[in-house]
């Protein structure tokens, strides 16, 4: 079982990994309210095992997260 560091470390590294892969830039997204509400649905998703697989397997259906992430609008409009 996880600590609860462990988990905040996890989804942090998820939620980061999650924007490389689908073309975020950091620089532009991390900005104000918006951030801080995503990083918090973050660490407190219950799909944090099935997001960490979508990004250990690039070839998977490149619009599955959609399915799965709580930030999914955020990111789909940071993405355009």
């Known amino acids: 079982m996880m600590t609860i560091v462990e988990r905040i470390e996890q989804r942090a590294k998820n939620m980061g990994a999650m924007m490389h ?4 830039s950091p620089d532009a997204a991390y900005a104000g309210r918006q951030m801080s509400m995503a ?4 660490s407190l998703c219950a799909h944090a095992d099935q997001c ?5 397997t690039p070839g998977t259906d490149q619009a599955a997260w959609q399915a799965f992430c709580p930030n999914a609008v955020l990111f789909a409009r940071l993405r355009h």
Do not use: K
């Not at 892969?21 to 975020?24: H, N």
């Not at 990083?39 to 973050?42: G, I, K, L, Q, S």
């Open 21 to 24: 892969r689908l073309g975020i």
């Open 52 to 56: 960490q697989r979508w990004l250990a």
């Open 39 to 42: 990083a918090r649905r973050c």
